[in-house]
């Protein structure tokens, strides 16, 4: 076998560790947020990411996006050393991360924009976008004038114009009603099946941790380290097929659940005594 044939990884972080000083004061206490995070992201998987509150999981994934520096490790990209931004990855945030003042297609165009994309190809290439989320009846409104599963479209339609490979994605589905969010999940799965781009993907939610992913990273309690990489092994596409009924779901459900609530009861225990 050739070197060539050997994929090169998504995403590969080896030995990262993030401390957070509580302020600028050399002396200030200081948080250990992760903690030797190993871990290869192959290209074109959907990886969720699940953990106890605080356990470190936005502070992965801004890192894995280079919008907060590591202490230690290596975070390389695409067989890359990186540690600023770049157009491999795109952001998909909780709070859709719009302007309010512009426009639909205005918050769309501008990562093109700001990469100076000639103005048709930018428009051409968000509108394709945005017809993809099924908005464009409402390009020419404001975010305000839109539900939040709609602001949360207009937040994908923005990630994939860019062209992005990886989209990070910080609990994308957490502010939406629940039945917009089985919706959104659907389309999501099929925009995945159609363009197979590497998505890393955080969640509360169990059952979206596992409806998802091909793999489920759970993480342990504070300072978050890789707890276990749980494989999910059900059928695709899953948009066409009720996956919540099938065996494997519930058994790495159930497992996934068991890890979360020994680190919860543990966590209750300590807080009382
Ligand atoms: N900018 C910061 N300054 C100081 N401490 C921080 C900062 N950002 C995160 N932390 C701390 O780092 C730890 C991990 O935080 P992080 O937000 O990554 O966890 P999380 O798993 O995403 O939490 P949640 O599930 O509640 O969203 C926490 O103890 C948090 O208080």
């Not at 605080?54 to 695409?78: F, P, W």
């Not at 051409?124 to 404001?142: C, P, Q, S, W």
């Not at 990273?217 to 919540?244: A, C, K, N, T």
Request: proline residues 4%; charged residues 30%; contains cysteine.
């Amino acid at each position: 076998m050739k070197d060539s044939d050997v994929e090169v990884p998504a995403i590969q972080l080896r030995g990262v560790r993030k401390t957070f000083r509580l302020s600028e004061d050399r002396n200030a206490k200081t948080v250990l947020a992760l903690d030797g995070i190993d871990l290869t992201i192959r290209k074109g998987e959907f990886l969720t990411i699940i953990g106890p509150s605080g356990c470190g999981k936005t502070t992965l994934l801004r890192i894995m996006a280079s919008l907060e520096q590591h202490d230690e490790g290596e975070v390389i990209v695409e067989g890359e050393p990186v540690s600023e931004p770049g157009i491999r990855r795109a952001m998909v945030f909780q709070t859709f991360g719009l302007f309010p003042w512009k426009t639909v297609i205005d918050n769309v165009t501008f990562p093109l924009t700001v990469r100076k994309f000639p103005a048709d190809e930018a428009r051409n290439t968000a509108m394709k976008h945005i017809r993809r989320v099924g908005l464009e009846r409402f390009v020419d409104a404001y975010p305000h004038q839109l539900s939040g599963g709609m602001q949360q479209r207009v937040g994908l339609a923005r990630a994939l114009s860019t062209g992005a490979d990886i989209l990070l994605m910080d609990e994308p589905f957490g502010a939406i009603d629940a039945q917009t969010r089985e919706l959104m999940q659907e389309e999501l799965l099929r925009i995945w099946d159609e363009e197979r781009k590497t998505v890393i993907f955080i969640t509360h939610d169990l059952d979206e941790a596992v409806l998802l992913a091909d793999r489920v990273l759970l993480m342990s309690r504070g300072p978050g380290r890789v707890r276990e990489l749980i494989d999910v092994d059900l059928p695709h596409p899953r948009f066409e097929y009720d996956v919540r009924g099938h065996e494997n779901f519930a058994k790495v459900r159930g497992h996934i659940w068991q890890q979360l609530r020994n680190d919860l009861v543990q966590q209750r225990e300590e807080e009382a005594s």
